[in-house]
C-alpha cells in the first residue's frame, strides 16, 4: 500500500473521529415530567385514577426529583394541591399552592385566587362570617 492510497482511508475516517467528538448531545431537560402529563390528563378529564393513588405517584416523582436535583415541572405543585384538596388536607394545599406561587412568580394571579377561595371555604367550614 503507498502512502497516497493510505491517506484515501486515513483522511474520510480521521474527519468522521473530529465530528464524532464535536457531536454534541441535546440541552438537558428543564423540568423532570415523568408522569406528570398524563396524570393530569387522568384527573381532570377523565376522572378515572382514585386521588389518594394520584398523589401517591406524583409525591413519587417529586421524591425523584429531589434525589437527582432535578425541578418539578410548571404546574405540579398546583396540581397535586388540588388532589390533596380533593381528601380535605387543606394545610398541605395550602403550602403546595405557596410553594407553585414562589416557584413559578408568574402563576401568582390564580394562585392568590385559589388561596383566597380556600380561606375562604375553611372560614365557611369552620362556621366564621365571610365578608
Not at 378515572?48 to 436535583?69: D, M, Y
Request: glycine share 8%.
Amino acid at each position: 500500500m503507498t502512502g497516497l492510497s493510505l491517506m484515501r482511508y486515513l483522511v474520510p475516517g480521521g474527519v468522521l473521529l473530529l465530528l464524532a467528538g464535536c457531536a454534541q448531545k441535546g440541552p438537558a431537560p428543564l423540568y423532570l415530567w415523568e408522569t406528570f402529563p398524563r396524570q393530569q390528563y387522568d384527573s381532570l378529564l377523565r376522572g378515572t385514577i382514585n386521588p389518594a393513588e394520584q398523589i401517591r405517584v406524583l409525591e413519587a416523582q417529586a421524591e425523584k426529583a429531589r434525589a437527582v436535583g432535578a425541578a418539578l415541572p410548571p404546574g405540579f405543585r398546583a396540581h397535586l394541591g388540588m388532589l390533596y384538596l380533593s381528601l380535605d388536607n387543606t394545610d398541605k394545599t395550602r403550602q403546595l399552592w405557596l410553594d407553585e406561587k414562589t416557584t413559578f412568580p408568574e402563576s401568582a394571579p390564580y394562585m392568590d385566587q385559589l388561596l383566597k377561595r380556600l380561606d375562604a371555604s375553611t372560614k365557611t367550614a369552620n362556621g366564621e362570617k365571610t365578608t
